[in-house]
């Protein structure tokens, strides 16, 4: 028993193992974090469900009203275990998209970006982009939002 103790005490992160514990601690925390990756899991796949379909997707971001004309452009800016997570969803225009001016305001509002992935899916662009900042809470995600939402709205 005690080697498979301490096989499940080298599974869990060590987020979930602080320092020391007893036996029942660590089942304890081994239940927490096979509790927080369900919930992790249902809501990523909630979001793969928006993004495979564009149609509706708008009716599950906050601050966007549901609508029934599919060509509305979102952005999503939100806080990440990285630092904040920009989510865009765009029709594809004869002019194309210019990623490089979404990457331009990013540098321009301090934010150093980490990760970016593009999907194209039926004439629409996806784009999912990681960027570090010191600290989330002094930053204004709104005002990114709306400056990043003209931009993919109105070129």
Sequence with gaps: ??????????????EF???????????????N??????EKIQGLQVERD?????????AFIPGIESSNNCS????TVRVSEAGIEILMSSWLR????????????LLEE?????????????????????SEVCDPTCFNLSE???????MCNYG
């Design 1 to 14: 028993m005690a080697s498979l103790y301490s096989s499940l005490r080298l599974l869990l992160p060590l």
């Design 17 to 31: 193992i602080k320092g020391k514990r007893s036996v029942s601690d660590l089942i304890n925390e081994a239940a």
């Design 33 to 38: 974090y096979i509790k927080h990756m369900t």
């Design 50 to 58: 928006q993004l495979k379909n564009p149609s509706n997707s708008t």
């Design 72 to 75: 509305l452009n979102y952005v």
């Design 94 to 105: 004869e002019e194309g998209f210019l990623l490089s001016k979404v990457l331009e305001l």
């Design 110 to 130: 301090g934010l150093s970006v980490i990760r970016c992935a593009s999907n194209k899916t039926n004439e629409r662009l996806f784009l999912t982009i990681q």
């Design 144 to 150: 990114l939002q709306q400056k990043l939402n003209a």
